[in-house]
């Protein structure tokens, strides 16, 4: 019987579906592409077809939607701020007057609300490749991508090596303190219920020690480094093979629509 993951995410191993047998290269400029493409599309009904390509993409990665949900209610939070920083009057200027100066100002709602789809939707492509990749894939594909750089000076081996660290050390941070939380559960800690000064006890009773074993982790990190005598500029050499024709016909056809998209909305 297969063990049930801490993390509410599952597996953090990329699954054989057509997502994951896309090159980590190609995904990498996808995203960046579709970053920029999604902030230079204005208010226009045409912003819809990028959660449409979103919710494909899920399906296509075969992600467990509900899971990667509950993982981000914190940012909903950041969210729901934006959009009452945009949407609250407090000079007097808002279309909708209530009290005094204090309105509801219909333009800056929309800004804020498009703010949040453009978060939510990076957030949304962001998961789709960090969840059908490996870290090695995800470390490799950036360090293959930024070798170019290496001739101009860049320390592109460190880079890759830090950016392999971090990915490597954010499932088991995330399983760490799944962990920890379950141990102050059995102890009968409340994280839901009473005031936010008791929530903010609770929750230091898992970040308290999250911290300390995190720390613990990364001095023994170091003493490895240090015994296999890891110097700082030490070349680290990534051969990648030739993206696949299939994938290089993925990443034609995706730039292709991170240009269609913002050009459609500005010409309706």
């Not at 088991?172 to 920890?180: A, C, D, Q």
């Amino acid at each position: 019987m297969m063990k049930k993951p801490l993390s509410p995410l599952g597996s953090f191993v990329a699954r054989d579906t057509p997502v994951a047998r896309i090159d980590a290269r190609v995904k990498i400029v996808l995203l960046l592409a579709l970053t920029v493409a999604v902030f230079a599309t204005g208010a226009s009904p045409v912003f819809a077809l990028w959660a449409v390509l979103l919710a494909a993409s899920v399906r296509l990665a075969r992600m467990d939607v509900a899971a990667h949900l509950r993982a981000l209610k914190p940012v909903a939070f950041i969210l729901a701020f934006t959009l009452l920083a945009n949407a609250v009057a407090l000079d007097g200027h808002g279309d909708i007057a209530l009290w005094g100066g204090f309105g509801l100002d219909t333009a800056g709602a929309l800004r804020g609300f498009l703010a949040i789809a453009r978060i939510a939707l990076l957030l949304g492509f962001s998961l789709v490749v960090s969840a059908s990749s490996t870290p090695p894939q995800l470390a490799d594909a950036c360090v293959s991508l930024l070798s170019p750089l290496g001739r101009l000076g860049v320390p592109v081996s460190d880079v890759g090596l830090m950016l392999s660290l971090a990915l490597r050390f954010i499932p088991i941070v995330s399983e760490e303190f799944f962990r920890v939380q379950l141990a102050q559960r059995s102890r009968g800690v409340d994280f839901s219920g009473g005031s936010i000064l008791h929530r903010i006890r609770a929750w230091a009773s898992v970040l308290t020690p999250l911290v300390v074993s995190l720390f613990r982790r990364a001095d023994r990190l170091g003493e490895s480094m240090c015994a296999r005598c890891y110097a700082e500029g030490g070349q680290i050499s990534v051969e990648m093979p030739p993206v696949p024709a299939r994938d290089r016909l993925v990443l034609v056809c995706g730039l292709t629509v991170c240009a269609l998209v913002p050009t459609l909305a500005w010409l309706l």
